[in-house]
């Protein structure tokens, strides 16, 4: 059980360990001077001229002051895709021999012989243990 259990995790966390590292995604952060005003993973960053009006400030000034920086996170963009043609004579031999070998290694269950498999019971007249009054309880 336990088995069957960890083994259920290590492939979900491989499976989710190939998926994560052919994924890319861009990291968007807005500066206001040295203050971080937002950042963001999939959308846009906000920024911070929807305060202009408590701030006061002019555009002028907010163009000098404010910058975006963005950060890239690449994925793999090529994965090593083998086939078995690609492999060398000597390889292509092993794996067959090997899977010939493996699935040889295991023999069938011989056919069972069910000696009463077409017996039927007798038809019961009467209940015995009611007649003589034996009940195990």
């Known amino acids: ?7 259920k995790i290590f492939s979900m966390t491989l499976a989710l360990l190939v998926l994560l590292s052919t994924f890319s995604f861009t990291i968007e952060k807005h500066f206001c001077g040295t203050t971080l005003i937002d950042t963001a993973v999939f959308t846009k ?8 009006d408590a701030n006061q400030m002019t555009s002028a000034m907010k163009k000098g ?16 895709l083998t086939s078995f043609e690609d492999l060398h004579l000597q390889q ?3 794996i067959i021999s090997f899977a010939y070998t493996y699935i040889n290694l295991f023999e069938g269950l011989p056919q069972q012989v069910i000696p009463h498999k077409n017996y039927s ?7 015995i243990q009611v007649l003589d009054q034996v009940f195990i309880i």
């Open 45 to 52: 960053a906000k920024s911070c001229e929807k305060d202009s």
């Open 65 to 80: 002051c404010c910058k975006d920086k963005l950060e890239v996170v690449k994925g793999q963009d090529k994965l090593k």
């Open 92 to 94: 292509q031999l092993f």
């Open 121 to 127: 019971p007798p038809n019961l007249v009467a209940d």
């Open 1 to 7: 059980m336990i088995k069957k259990a960890l083994h």
